[in-house]
């Protein structure tokens, strides 16, 4: 199974800042097959991007996501305060699927 | 949308079925997968199911039944025998891919399953 390691596990920021989160794999990602999902207190988590770097419906243009093989990236350029919360990637290139530990962004 | 069935609670070695109805999309077009996440933890996926087959994530293969009503746009998660360790909160939702590999674009709002004495 690949394994996905999110850094870090816990992020702390202000509003207006810019968000850096990571997603490592333990072996490359098929065809970039990567997803980010946003989950904040107490709902569902919410599909942001796929194929690494495809916003989903409704979005906004803030969150963007980049990298390949075994790096990753989910940037949100100016986070606002619905924003806080946890981050989850997943990898659909091998089965079976698989989520990163997820990391917590924070308010500072 | 994906509606879930209401929270439960249950004993160890009990059965329980919570289900997940789709609508607003066709239902024969998408599988539908199950995502078990424990209070304060991750993500875990525990299989799929679409009109070609039902798939489980090894973790979860001989622990429950995934099955679909295609006629209710339904699907079911099935235990038979409750562990405590089952106390978690079980999410649903429709798959944009294929059996093997695939996201989750659309989620239900989550059934809390309780096992306790």
């Known amino acids: 199974d690949i394994v996905l390691t999110q850094s870090p596990a816990t992020l702390s920021l202000s509003p207006g800042e810019r968000a850096t989160l990571s997603c490592g794999a333990s072996q490359s990602v098929s065809a970039n097959y990567l997803a980010w999902y946003q989950q904040r207190p107490g709902l569902a988590p919410r599909l942001l991007i796929f194929d690494a770097s495809t916003r989903a419906t409704d979005i906004p243009d803030r969150f963007s996501g980049s990298g390949s093989g075994t790096d990753f990236t989910l940037t949100i350029s100016r986070l606002e305060s619905e924003d806080f919360a946890v981050y989850y990637c997943q990898q659909y290139g091998s089965s079976p699927v698989t989520f990163g530990q997820g990391t917590k962004l924070e308010i500072k | ?117």
Not at chain 2, 11 to 24: M, T
Not at chain 2, 38 to 54: F, Q, R, Y
């Open chain 2, 1 to 117: 949308q994906l509606v879930q069935s209401g929270a439960e609670v249950r004993k160890p070695g009990e059965s329980l079925k919570i289900s997940c109805k789709a609508s607003g999309y066709s239902f024969v077009n998408y599988g539908i997968g199950w995502v078990r996440q424990v209070a304060g933890k991750g993500l875990e996926c525990m299989g799929v199911i679409s009109l070609s087959e039902t798939r489980y994530s090894p973790s979860f293969q001989g622990q429950i039944t995934i099955a679909a009503d295609n006629s209710h746009n339904t699907v079911y998660l099935q235990w038979s025998n409750l562990q405590a360790s089952d106390t978690a909160m079980y999410y649903c939702a429709r798959l944009l891919g294929d059996d093997y590999s695939y996201f989750f674009d659309l989620w239900g709002r989550g059934t809390l399953v309780t096992v306790s004495s």
